[in-house]
């Protein structure tokens, strides 16, 4: 699987914004991979988010992830589920999705990011990278346990945790595909603003440094 952005755009109701509208803004700033997040959400308000978020994704060629629900991705059309430690496990999801759907997985180790690829995830989220963040996450991984994940595997990583728009570069440099940056963005004063700097940011990055 080929991440089609190094921006993971997260949907989420942190900044008090409506998933819908926050989706509409982060596409139009150019994210292509996105992840509708409601964790306190009901099962019928977050089905309705996700078919109403699926095919604004489809029309800009963008992927859109459920967070914890693979029932609600699949009946919302979307490309793929996001899964927790414990949340379903990979085996019986994958059953229930199919070969087509996009699974990533959560992984906090080397050795959790190891049995997701063993177990045909097709991407690992890793972190938390950084302390603070949306969690107010007290420790951070860090970039040199990203760097033993990225030894490790092959799956495309998305770092999360604590990340900002000023640490998107060092994050990339250790071997994450993709930033998945939640607070610098929901809380931002101007949204569209923040989401077009880091994609901007990204783009610069990658044309220092192409990959090979």
């Known amino acids: ?29 150019g994210a292509r991979v996105m992840q509708l997040r409601l964790k306190s959400a ?25 967070d914890d629900r693979a029932d609600i991705a699949m009946l919302a059309g979307a490309d793929g589920v996001h899964l927790g430690q414990e949340d379903l496990p990979l085996e ?15 992984t906090h180790s080397v050795e959790q990011a190891v049995a997701a690829e063993r177990g045909g995830a097709d991407y690992i989220g890793f972190g938390p990278l950084y302390p603070g963040g949306l969690r107010n996450n007290v420790a951070g991984k860090g970039l040199a ?11 495309p990583i998305v770092a999360i945790g604590g990340i900002t728009e000023a640490t998107v570069p060092e994050a990339l440099a250790a071997g994450a595909e993709a930033c998945a940056i939640i607070t610098d963005v929901v809380r931002a004063g101007d949204i569209p603003a923040c989401a077009d ?13 192409p990959s090979p």
């Not at 009901?42 to 459920?66: F, K, Q, T």
């Not at 019986?92 to 959560?106: E, T």
């Not at 700097?197 to 440094?209: C, E, G, R």
């Open 42 to 66: 009901s099962s019928r308000d977050l089905l309705a988010a996700a078919r109403a978020i699926a095919p604004m994704c489809r029309e800009r060629g963008a992927i859109l992830i459920v």
């Open 197 to 209: 700097d880091i994609t901007a940011k990204v783009h610069a990055i990658l044309a220092l440094n």
């Open 1 to 29: 699987m080929k991440l089609r952005s190094h921006f993971y755009a997260m949907v989420d109701p942190a900044g008090g914004h409506e998933p819908v509208a926050l989706a509409r803004i982060l596409l139009d700033a």
């Open 145 to 155: 346990m990203l760097r033993e994940v990225r030894a490790a595997v092959r799956i």
């Open 92 to 106: 019986p999801a994958r059953l229930l999705v199919g070969r087509d759907m996009i699974i990533g997985i959560s």
